[in-house]
C-alpha cells in the first residue's frame, strides 16, 4: 500500500472512505431509510457525509466537489432546499447534478464527494 493512503470502512465491495495526500474521498452515499421522499433521504446522505468528514478531521466547508445523482430530475428542488440549508455559507463546492439509475430502487438521491483534510 502507497505510503500515507488509508481507508475507512472497508468491506468486500468498496472502502466508504479513502483519505491520500491532504484529501479525502467518499463513496457514493445513499440513504439508510429508503422510505423517505427526496427531503428526507437527502438529509440521512448529508448526515453520512458528515459523519465521514469529520472522521477525516474536515468539515463541508472543505468539499472540493460534489457528484449528485437523482432518481427522478423532480426531486430537484426539493434536494436543492436541504443541500442550501446544509452547504457552508459563502464556500459552496463545484457540484455537478445528473439524472441516474441508482442500484436500488428504493435510493432517490446518490452524493459523492471529495473534500479537502
Request: glycine share 8%.
Amino acid at each position: 500500500m502507497k505510503q500515507g493512503l488509508r481507508r475507512f470502512h472497508v468491506g468486500d465491495r468498496l472502502s466508504e472512505m479513502t483519505i491520500f495526500n491532504g484529501t479525502v474521498y467518499l463513496a457514493g452515499q445513499v440513504a439508510t431509510d429508503g422510505t423517505q421522499d427526496i427531503r428526507g433521504q437527502t438529509r440521512q446522505v448529508l448526515a453520512a457525509i458528515d459523519k465521514l468528514l469529520h472522521e477525516a478531521g474536515t468539515d463541508n466547508a472543505h468539499i472540493l466537489m460534489c457528484q449528485i445523482f437523482l432518481a427522478d430530475l423532480a426531486d430537484f428542488d426539493g434536494m436543492n432546499a436541504i443541500w442550501e440549508d446544509w452547504v457552508a455559507p459563502g464556500v459552496a463546492p463545484p457540484r455537478a447534478t445528473s439524472l441516474a439509475k441508482l442500484a436500488k430502487p428504493e435510493w432517490r438521491v446518490e452524493m459523492v464527494v471529495t473534500a479537502a483534510v
